[in-house]
């Protein structure tokens, strides 16, 4: 699937089962509440914490997924083609950073 694949599937999928978006400063909490999750996940299995008692390990692929999904929701209701901006910002990236990198002797 596409970026814009998916910006239009889950435009399809809001219109049709969602009946309108959300705000986008909801969206931007449902955002920040998401990206907690995975960092729960990421503590918990790569970290140093440890699990609390009965509390299941959660799904990874299935969290950064719900992650993806609101963001392509605030793309979509701010009018924001994200192939488009996804392509100026490795352009962006690779100006700024084409030597950065391989230059850390920390990643050496």
Known sequence: MT????QKTVDKWIREYGVRYF???TNMAILTEEVGEVARIIA????DQSP???ELPGDLGDELADVL???ICIANQ???DLNAAFKRNLEKKTRRDHRRHKLNGKLG
């Open 69 to 71: 999904f609101v963001l």
């Open 23 to 25: 705000s986008e400063l």
């Open 52 to 54: 609390k008692k009965q």
């Open 78 to 80: 701010t009018g924001i």
């Open 3 to 6: 970026i814009k694949h998916a």
């Open 44 to 47: 918990r299995s790569h970290g």
